[in-house]
């Protein structure tokens, strides 16, 4: 295993994580790189590729672009610091080139950093070139008063908030396998895992956790993930205290509100009768926040976000003896499910894509599926092989999906996907834990599938808003 449960669950904003978190990722690098000589630019240039230039303008790309030149981190900033950096750069038109990055970078000698006359329009598109390495290709330039380029980078933005600089693709490699060689158990696919745990006599959560324990300790991991846990609840919370539309054009309604005061006066006292009702509300919840342009957690993309946050709360509310949980008992149970569901994500990440651009739909909202339903079978008391097997008919049910959002936004069909999804991971873990692990077609070969289906499927299905309900629905 090279990718850590926190490589796959991060915090950022919507409403993207490959085109809104992954660019302003990119764009900090980017500037952390001129940084030391920031004061001498006198012109960016900023060429976007591929479904970063067709779709950007629904996924919030080109001022994630600006706002990470700025040095802000998606991992930090906030959604009021957004709104008034956004709203001062429209106003004035001056970009602070690396104003935020981080006090340890600056020193007395370092000179400030004169604003830059660049906006949203100085943004060059080219929607119809795709670069080499991936659909999502960005290219970054700073020149001096004399003509002379300072920097010259070109990124991908991979999916789920990674990001690949051109020419270091062989250095992070080296360092993720450096990574798995010191791990007690490194795996890259399902058998091996599988095998390890097995070996072991570990659940998929503990071989995940004793990997984890390689780069922080036990209390540090459970922290970490408590924390997670704790942005999807503010997540989730955030979205029932808002009313209105949607941003972007579509006027699509937000429902959360108004579904949660109509549950809630239902089902008081959380009747298992509406279980789907409520993961169907955490769900849209999440993705309307997703929409907002809010805070949220890569799980792990931001398309997908609202799958394991809607599977999880059905994990800590109608698994068996849940109600009678104690506080520590939540958090282990929350910790385990996230551990596990990590471990199937680590498995698309190395042998596939998480990457709605690369693969479909079938790789952000597939995978998640896949993911909530193996760490709802680990909660669930699942063994080893029926929590392979929970993820398994996850993704069997979610293959050849594809990524063809309305206007280029993270609405329509996404939002009720998300919905239906965690509805299938639930349905998955319990038809695996109805079962005894053993079955005929494995998790390994339906991830091969899902890749080897991304590869065939037309480029207008992968999130360039070319094809299917974006272009078959009006915007208007």
């Keep these: 295993m090279t990718v850590s449960v926190f490589d796959l669950f991060t915090v950022g904003i919507g409403p993207s994580s490959s085109h809104t978190v992954g660019p302003m990722r990119a764009a900090k ?7 030391g000589g920031a004061d001498r630019v006198t012109e960016l240039r900023v060429d976007l590729y591929g479904s970063l230039a067709a779709t950007g303008h629904g996924h919030g790309t080109f001022p994630a672009v600006l706002l990470g030149l700025e040095g802000f981190d998606p991992e930090t900033i906030m959604p009021e610091q957004v709104e008034e950096a956004l709203e001062r750069l429209e106003r ?7 104003e935020q990055l981080d006090e340890q970078m600056r020193d007395a000698q370092t000179p400030p950093v004169a604003p830059l006359r660049f906006g949203v329009s100085d943004i060059v598109l080219h929607p119809l070139t795709l670069l080499p390495r991936h659909t999502n290709g960005m290219r970054f330039a700073a020149v001096d008063a004399a003509g002379e380029v300072i920097a010259d980078e070109t990124y991908f933005s991979v999916g789920g908030g990674f990001i690949v600089r051109e020419g270091a693709e062989d250095v992070l490699r080296d360092a993720l396998d450096s990574r798995a060689a010191v791990q007690p158990y490194p795996f890259t696919t399902a058998v091996e895992l599988l095998r390890h745990a097995n070996a072991a006599e570990l659940t998929i959560a ?81 993705n309307e926040e997703n929409a907002t342009g809010g805070r949220v957690v890569t799980a792990p993309t931001n398309g997908a976000a609202g799958i394991i946050p809607a599977v999880l709360f059905y994990a800590t509310h109608y698994t068996p003896g ?33 990457s709605g651009a690369e693969v479909g739909c079938q790789g ?15 909660v669930l008391g699942g063994t080893p092989e029926q929590v392979e097997n929970a993820a398994e008919i996850a993704m ?11 206007g280029g936004l993270v609405q329509i069909p996404c939002i009720e996907r998300n919905a239906i999804a965690a509805s299938k991971a639930v349905n998955a873990a319990k038809m695996a834990l109805m079962g005894d692990g053993d079955h005929r077609v494995s998790l390994d070969q339906v991830i091969a599938t899902m890749r080897e289906t991304g590869r065939d499927m037309s480029h207008k299905y992968k999130e360039t ?4 309900l974006a272009v078959n629905v009006i915007e208007c």
């Design 29 to 35: 690098a980017f500037v952390e790189v001129v940084f």
């Design 92 to 98: 004035t038109g001056e970009l602070r080139l690396g």
């Design 206 to 286: 503990e071989v995940m956790l004793a990997n984890e324990c390689v780069q922080r300790s036990e209390t540090e991991i459970r922290d970490g993930l408590a924390h997670i846990w704790d942005v999807m609840e503010a997540c989730k919370n955030s979205a029932l205290g808002r009313t209105g539309v949607l941003p972007g054009g579509l006027e699509v309604r937000r429902r959360a509100p108004e579904w949660h005061r109509r549950l809630t006066e239902r089902d008081p006292h959380r009747d298992p009768v509406y279980w789907q009702e409520w993961i169907n509300l955490v769900a849209l919840a999440v």
């Design 322 to 354: 849940a109600t009678d949980w104690s506080d520590d008992e939540k958090q282990r149970a929350v910790a385990d499910f996230l551990l596990a569901a990590g471990a199937v994500g680590v498995l698309y990440k190395e042998q596939a894509s998480i």
């Design 364 to 378: 952000e909202v597939g995978s998640a599926s896949s993911m909530a339903a193996a760490g709802l079978a680990q």
């Design 396 to 406: 069997e049910h979610n293959l050849g999906l594809t990524c063809d959002p309305i």
């Design 465 to 468: 808003a070319l094809g299917g």
